[in-house]
């Protein structure tokens, strides 16, 4: 049994003025051959005809057009080397050992430079911090503070990692709960150069609320010693963040 196909060329035009070409393919081969059962196909296309044992399809061009196309396809299936060489063949282990190290230190140049310009370097313990920013004194004053000031309130963290030390109190949403703390006799006597705060309300799992306090004493001796205003800032923000990120409601530690 044998089936004919056939296809017409022309120009179709289409909307917006584009035009698209089309060709003719004859074909017709038969169900199976006597010799080796391999499809025979006759083709025309244009004027000139071309006959193909296998499947059938249309070929636009010459013999020796399709053999270099196939060269190339095969070459570029190797990565572009003619007889399977790596790409790298040429290029030292030494030399491919310092490209990796040239990249590992530039990302670790832009790890530590991206740091420095959010979180900044941690402040020094320096001698001439008074006594009472010092990790054993400052946890005692805060202690007499809210017993003797602020009873409705009570610590939660206490981050003395680096100067200042910042103390987190929770609270039931007074307002002002910084002006409670900073009004005792307590901490006026210790810290009168004034604070670093962050006050917000938190979301329970159990569907309370809860305040969550964040102060940190100011020193006015930081730039005398030449730490800025801004590094200040800086240290502050990312551990008031951290102590945020550490919060636990009451009754979920």
């Known amino acids: 049994m044998t089936r004919a196909t056939n296809f017409k060329t022309g120009l179709a035009g289409v909307g917006g003025g584009a035009v698209v070409a089309f060709f003719v393919f004859n074909a017709v081969w038969p169900a199976s051959s006597p010799q080796d059962g391999d499809a025979r196909v006759a083709t025309d296309v ?4 071309h006959t ?3 499947l059938a399809r249309p070929f636009l061009g010459s013999e020796t057009g399709r053999d270099e196309a196939q060269q190339r396809r095969q070459t570029a299936g190797t990565g572009g080397a003619e007889h399977g060489a790596s790409p790298l063949a040429d290029v030292s282990l030494e030399q491919q050992i310092a ?10 140049w832009l790890t530590e430079s991206t740091r420095k310009a959010t979180q900044g370097d941690p402040l020094p313990w320096l001698d001439a911090l008074p006594d009472s920013y010092r990790p054993e004194s400052f946890r005692s004053l805060v202690d007499e503070v809210l017993r003797d000031c602020a009873s409705e309130m009570e610590l939660a963290n206490l981050d003395c990692s680096e100067p200042p030390c910042i ?4 609270h039931r949403g007074q307002s002002n709960p910084s002006l409670r703390i900073m009004g005792c006799p307590a901490w006026k006597r210790a810290f009168d150069a004034g604070v670093s705060m962050s006050n917000s309300m938190v979301d329970c799992p159990d569907g309370s609320q809860e305040g969550m306090l964040i102060m940190a004493p100011y020193w006015d001796g930081w730039t005398k010693h030449d730490v800025s205003q801004e590094e200040r800032r800086k240290r502050f923000d990312f551990r008031s963040a951290s102590a945020k ?4 409601c009451s009754g979920t530690e």
């Open 46 to 49: 244009g004027e000139g005809r």
């Open 99 to 108: 490209d990796l190290e040239k990249k590992l230190t530039f990302q670790k």
């Open 167 to 170: 103390v987190s109190i929770r």
């Open 245 to 248: 990120e550490a919060w636990r």
């Open 52 to 54: 193909h044992r296998g």
